[in-house]
């Protein structure tokens, strides 16, 4: 596709469920971002990616939080046993193949997570 | 720790006139910034980017302005549109990622 990709857009889940959100990226894009939104707030860093492997992980929360990505494209960032202080909007973005100092980051619209 | 952060919550124009919005940041080791704008329900747009080499670049309707002795980045908007209503965020680049700042909304009224 012309941009990266999200999915689902929206999801509503139960406290104490696991959810798995997607990315796929531009195509040709080897680094890959998670990033956080929460309602009124700024990006919160989660994870980045070069090709498959996660040089930086410092952004994640909790050990409830993993992501993983294969053939140096799709990523999925698992959230088990999910709290209500995980709803937020999940944001993927990703960039030619260098890092952050180096390349503008393309953003997906997100995914709006909601756990009741 | 270090953390980028905007002066307005908030800021409203006319249509017509010019915005400022400024942002400061912390990490004197930064070496790249990034202003991006956020329309509701959608993902961050890339706007305009600086490296600390440059003191000032110029877009389509957009300038930003970088100065590191006070470490303060700003963005300015020629003309604002309604269009132009939005979240700007400014980010910085540490270790490698962006760290964003909490954001100021932009609210252009007639």
């Known amino acids: 596709g012309a941009g990266v990709s999200q999915s689902p857009s929206n999801k509503v889940t139960e406290k104490g469920k696991d959810v798995e959100l997607r990315c796929d990226p531009i195509s040709g894009h080897t680094a890959l971002y998670w990033y956080r939104q929460s309602l009124g707030q700024g990006l919160e860093f989660l994870i980045y990616?070069?090709?498959?492997?996660?040089?930086?992980k410092s952004g994640l929360p909790s050990d409830r939080f993993s992501a993983e990505r294969t053939g140096g494209s799709v990523s999925t960032l698992t959230i088990q046993r999910t709290q209500q202080e995980d709803s937020a909007v999940y944001l993927c973005?990703?960039?030619?193949?260098?890092?952050?100092?180096?390349?503008?980051?393309?953003f997906g619209s997100g995914t709006q997570l909601s756990v009741l | 720790g270090e953390s980028v952060g905007l002066h307005l919550p908030t800021l409203s124009v006319q249509e017509g006139d010019n915005s400022i919005i400024n942002c400061a940041y912390s990490?004197?080791?930064?070496?790249?910034f990034i202003w991006y704008k956020q329309e509701s329900g959608k993902g961050p747009q890339f706007i305009i980017d600086?490296?600390?080499?440059?003191d000032k670049r110029q877009g389509q309707r957009v300038t930003v302005l970088l100065n590191k002795t006070v470490k303060h980045l700003s963005l300015q908007i020629a003309a604002t549109q309604p269009g132009d209503s939005a979240v700007y965020f400014c980010a910085e680049n540490t270790s490698d990622k962006l760290i964003f700042g909490t954001g100021t909304r932009l609210q252009v009224f007639p």
């Open positions: 600086i490296r600390s080499n440059m």
């Open positions: 990616f070069q090709g498959n492997s996660a040089p930086d």
């Open positions: 990490n004197s080791a930064s070496d790249y």
């Open positions: 973005a990703s960039s030619l193949g260098g890092t952050a100092s180096n390349e503008k980051l393309f």
